[in-house]
């Protein structure tokens, strides 16, 4: 447990942008803990279609409803190492397919390796969410009807930030 004995853990993304589904396991997880630290991981090697502080907008938009929520970015550290430098006991991750819970359990093992105090806590989302990415979501963006078909996997705000930059680009 950390110095302060808060149980304090890291859901940790690209969220870009954020989905139903990360709305479900950030919902699902911050009961559990008295803080949950949403962690946009910063990827230099990957192209992002938000910026870190778009991306923390929306996040903060879609998670007001929850007091112990926090939202911060990290780079160029494993995962597990973050979670041990903000004093978080424990690493979210969600499991949608069983090629998500064999690269989880690989992963499980590896953090376990460098940080043994650090627990991984699963959670599997419910059926409408399993299939829904980020990049699923960007994908849709674009053909007839784009509008209707996207606003079911995503939260409203983030939904009005995806049409407003489309009308932008459209300018």
Do not use: C
């Not at 910026?51 to 597990?80: C, D, G, H, P, W």
């Amino acid at each position: 447990m950390n110095k302060t004995n808060i149980r304090r853990a890291v859901y940790a993304g690209s969220f870009d942008p954020p989905t139903k589904g990360h709305l479900w396991m950030i919902r699902e997880a911050q009961p559990l803990f008295d803080e949950l630290i949403v962690a946009i991981g910063i990827n230099p090697e990957k192209q992002a279609t938000y910026t870190l502080s778009e991306r923390k907008e929306m996040l903060q938009s879609i998670t007001t409803e929850f007091l112990n929520v926090k939202i911060a970015s990290f780079q160029n550290q494993y995962l597990v190492n973050y979670a041990r430098s903000v004093g978080a006991d424990f690493i979210i991750r969600g499991i949608r397919t069983s090629f998500d819970y064999e690269y989880e359990r690989s992963m499980r093992h590896i953090n376990h390796d460098l940080q043994p105090n650090i627990s991984t806590v699963f959670l599997m989302p419910p059926r409408e969410y399993a299939e829904v990415s980020s990049t699923m979501v960007k994908g849709l963006v674009g053909p007839e009807n784009w509008p209707e078909i996207i606003r079911r996997y995503v939260p409203d705000a983030v939904y009005e930030k995806i049409i407003q930059d489309h009308l932008h680009t459209q300018i």
